[in-house]
């Protein structure tokens, strides 16, 4: 008996099982940088997404607020043109009106050629400035503001203008 327990005792060892099959190191790899192509993918997306929401609103709000500010800036209407007041320069004037014809300016910023004496010329009302009718009746035409300082010929008043006409019946008188 003691031969059959030393030969149970001292049999040669099992071998170890065989270790599990070790994982490739290239497919490790591969799955990282899919996984990795991926997310940057799907963050790509969505920047891609909020890109495009916000210039689909900017073209939506674009044309409406550039045919507002169209028609604000169209030009003045013929009845309201001719009502401009229209001076004759006079060169031999009085030292108040040489004084304020100075401060207008003795030429035309449109064409830049200098009044000739007793030429018509037309003052807008809203900033006294001159120029030659012709000149400023084609500006005018199709802009509604001076085309030196900038500054509106019709604004919009909740009086509806009438402030407007009368600097324009005292421009007149004078």
């Given at each position: 008996?003691?031969?059959?327990?030393?030969?149970?005792?001292?049999?040669?060892?099992?071998?170890?099982?065989?270790?599990?099959?070790?994982?490739?190191?290239?497919v490790?790899?591969?799955?990282a940088?899919?996984?990795?192509?991926?997310?940057?993918?799907?963050?790509?997306?969505?920047v891609?997404?909020?890109?495009?929401?916000?210039?689909?609103?900017?073209?939506?709000?674009g044309?409406v607020?550039?045919?507002?500010?169209?028609?604000?800036?169209?030009?003045?209407?013929?009845?309201?043109?001719?009502?401009?007041?229209?001076?004759?320069?006079?060169?031999?004037a009085?030292?108040?009106?040489?004084q304020?014809?100075?401060?207008?300016?003795?030429?035309?910023?449109?064409?830049?050629?200098?009044?000739?004496?007793?030429?018509?010329?037309?003052?807008?009302?809203?900033?006294?400035?001159?120029?030659?009718?012709a000149?400023?009746?084609?500006?005018?035409?199709?802009r509604?503001?001076?085309p030196?300082?900038?500054?509106?010929?019709?604004?919009?008043?909740?009086?509806?203008?009438?402030?407007?006409?009368?600097e324009?019946?005292?421009?007149?008188?004078?």
């Open positions: 008996m003691s031969t059959g327990c030393l030969n149970f005792f001292s049999a040669t060892p099992s071998p170890e099982p065989p270790p599990p099959p070790a994982m490739d190191y290239d490790v790899v591969i799955l940088a899919m996984l990795c192509a991926l997310l940057c993918a799907l963050g790509l997306n969505s891609l997404q909020q890109c495009i929401a916000r210039c689909t609103r900017r073209a939506v709000a044309p607020d550039w045919v507002v500010h169209r028609r604000a800036n169209a030009g003045l209407k013929r009845e309201v043109l001719v009502a401009l007041p229209v001076a004759t320069y006079n060169a031999d009085s030292p108040a009106q040489k304020q014809q100075a401060s207008a300016g003795a030429g035309c910023a449109i064409c830049l050629s200098d009044f000739a004496d007793g030429e018509s010329v037309r003052v807008l009302p809203v900033c006294e400035h001159r120029f030659h009718v000149c400023v009746d084609r500006w005018l035409v199709s509604c503001s001076c030196t300082c900038r500054r509106r010929l019709s604004p919009d008043r909740g009086d509806g203008g009438k402030e407007s006409r009368r324009l019946l005292v421009l007149n008188a004078v």
